[in-house]
């Protein structure tokens, strides 16, 4: 038994109003069709990974509400010299540098994933059988699809018949026949036969591109009620030192006039 395969993504609102034709399998798209298609955005262009970039992690772990009343109180302590009580200053960078390679090892690990593979596909255009870079296809392409290649967008089967592995996509294990009118879901690879297929959803649109975007997008793990409440209370203590700490630089400086050095450091 295979496995049960997701629920697929729902397909994207198109905001062309080039309408689908349906060109000749020995014909393909003409040169005016091509370009037409391509400016309108109907290019099988891969998708941009939505993962942070470096320079937004470091900045998201640098600037933390933490790391600013560590800095806070290192500069107290700096003004009236006290620097040998500073040491705290070393866990908190290293703790923002452990967070910082950890979370741009884990985005270069997430934009390596990709269910597609930049080729050249052989795709009917103007009558003649061409290689075209697997980008430059547009919706409505007549393309060939033969044993060991991957379907590169969304198709459907115009002429022949192929068995196809969805494992990839959809965890399906055994391998499906695709006859004429059937649907080919880009990231899918040909196990045996040969057919020309109409590409239908390109891009972003396609089933692949879809996953893509689902995989490398930032789950937000659920916190236990205990966790969530240990948060709060590390969120109010936190508000809370800077009162208390002016409080208690009062008491020490003027109360028991310890003078400001002691103060601070106390």
Known sequence: MGKKAPTKPEPAKSTQSIP??????????DDAAVRQRVQAGLRNIQVESPTKTEK????DNCLTYFNLIFIILASCLAVVGAFGDMLFLGIAITNTA???????????????????TARKVPAIRNGKRTMVESDQLVRDDIVE????DQICADA???????????????????????????????????????CKAQLTQVGADSYAS????????????GNSEMMASLDKVIRVIGIAMIPLGVVLFIKQFKVLDLGLQESVKA
């Not at 452990?98 to 597609?116: P, Y």
């Not at 879809?210 to 789950?219: G, S």
Request: glycine fraction near 10%; proline fraction near 2%; hydrophobic fraction near 45%.
């Open 156 to 194: 459907v089967v115009r002429v022949g018949q192929v068995q196809v592995n969805e494992s990839l996509i959809t965890g399906e294990e055994d391998a499906i026949v695709k006859r004429v009118g059937d649907v080919l879901l880009s990231g899918s690879f040909v196990v045996s036969g040969r």
């Open 98 to 116: 452990i967070g910082i390679f950890q979370e741009i090892r884990s985005k270069r690990t997430i934009d390596q994933l990709t269910l597609m």
């Open 145 to 148: 699809f033969a044993a060991g």
């Open 210 to 221: 879809k996953l893509t975007i689902e995989a490398k997008k930032d789950v937000k793990v």
């Open 20 to 29: 689908v034709c349906n060109p000749p399998h020995t014909l393909g798209l």
């Open 56 to 59: 937004q992690i470091i900045r």
